[in-house]
Structures are given as C-alpha cells and as structure tokens.
C-alpha cells in the first residue's frame, strides 16, 4: 500500500529565513498531493496542493514542487514568519483515489 | 457559517465503557472520514463514508464503529474493545472521495478523548 514519509520531523529556523519540508510516497498511481497546517488545538487547514500534471505551484510566500519520477514532494515556505509555526503534514492519494495516506509531520518553528 | 463541527472538544470516559464522538457538516459533502492521531504520528483513518448508508473501514477500524444515517453527520463510536482509545481524533467531509482530483477535505477542530 501507500507509505508516505516525511522529513524533518522538527525544524526551527529565523523569521525572515526559508522553510523546506520533504516528503516521499510509493504509490506510483498516486496523482493528489495536499499540504495541511495544523495549528496547536486545531483541525488542519489545507495550504496548497499540487496534481500529477503540474510540476509546481505557488501561491505568495508558499510553493510546492512535485517530482513523479522519484516520488517525492517539497513544501518550500519563504520570508517565513512566527505566526507559519505549526506542524505541517504533506498527504498522497491512493491510486485508487479512494483517500489519503499523511505523512507524520513536521514541527516547525520560527523564532522572532 | 458553512463548516464541520466536532463535540466535545474534550472528552473523559473510564476504561470499558463505550463513548459516541459527534461530527456535523453543513458543507452538503457526501464524503465524510474520521481519523485517529496520536503523537508523532501522522493521520490514520479509521473509517470512511462515500455516501449516506454507506461506510467502508479504514487501516485501523478494529475498536470502532460508525453510522451514516443523515448526510450532514457521522458519529463515531469508540467501544471498549479499542485496546488504546486515548487519542485525538478529526473528522473531515470532501464533495468527493479525498483521493479524487479536486476534492479538498476540511476538517473539523477535533476531539481529545482521556480514557481514564
């Protein structure tokens, strides 16, 4: 079945700086890639998602690349800022688009 | 306001006794799923539903139930077989199912269970 892996599991960086966070899935049927954040006490929030026919997509200080050849997906955050601290998790469709593995998420801090 | 609700926010019950977690969408969605997270760990889905009357088992349904009578809501039941109950639990519905191009899921605020 679907194994989606995700990296790092924490990453702290200075507000102004970049935040990248990987993820990787096995499904090669897979063709559905959301980011959600998730803050303290709360549901997630979809952020951006990205289908099997795009190779990128932005919207403001948020990007995501998906490469389908290797399986794997980045978030990629810029001119990041206190309140981007949250744990972030990155989901791949089942190919038989039946629903959605998640990654274990990333923690991520930004320090004022 | 159009939305997914979950109740309670907390949740206290004693060992073996079996506890109904609340969830409500006025979204009109006819896909509705629960998931389990615990620390460290990513969502896991316990059941889903792709339409009213209907509802298929996620990876770890063993300890759970469900019931899709009404559209706007799927209650989950945790019984006491569930071997380790206490977790955070989320709610979400899509118009469709979540793998589908297109079908964003939105999630409810969640339910912190505490088996005592």
């Known amino acids: 079945g679907e194994n989606v892996e995700q990296h790092p599991s924490t990453l702290s960086v200075q507000e102004g700086d970049s935040a990248v966070i990987k993820c990787t899935y096995s499904?090669?049927?897979?063709?559905?890639f959301p980011w959600y954040k998730q803050e303290l006490g709360k549901g997630p929030q979809l952020i951006i998602d990205?289908?099997?026919?795009?190779g990128e997509k932005k919207d403001q200080r948020i990007a995501v690349t998906l490469n389908k050849t290797a399986k794997h997906f980045s978030l990629h955050i810029t001119e990041t800022q206190p309140e981007d601290s949250a744990v972030y998790f990155c989901?791949?469709?089942?190919?038989?688009?039946?629903?959605?593995?998640f990654g274990a998420g990333t923690r991520l801090t930004v320090k004022p | 306001d159009g939305g997914i609700t979950q109740s309670p926010k907390y949740l206290f019950r004693k060992e073996g006794q079996n506890v109904t977690l609340s969830c409500e969408q006025n979204?009109?969605?006819?896909?509705m799923y629960w998931y389990r997270q615990d620390p460290g760990q990513g969502l896991r889905l316990i059941y889903y539903?792709?339409?009213?009357?209907?509802?298929q088992k996620g990876d770890i349904a063993e300890g759970y139930s469900v019931s899709r009578e009404k559209k706007e809501s799927f209650p989950l039941t945790v019984t006491s077989a569930q071997k380790n109950p206490t977790a955070f639990y989320l709610c979400?519905?899509?118009?469709?199912?979540?793998?589908?191009?297109?079908?964003?899921?939105?999630f409810g605020p969640g339910t912190r269970l505490t088996v005592l």
């Open positions: 979400a519905s899509s118009e469709g199912l979540a793998g589908s191009s297109y079908n964003e899921q939105f």
């Open positions: 499904d090669s049927a897979s063709n559905y």
């Open positions: 990205i289908r099997s026919n795009v």
């Open positions: 989901a791949a469709s089942l190919g038989n688009n039946n629903d959605m593995r």
């Open positions: 979204l009109n969605h006819d896909a």
């Open positions: 539903s792709q339409i009213v009357n209907d509802f």
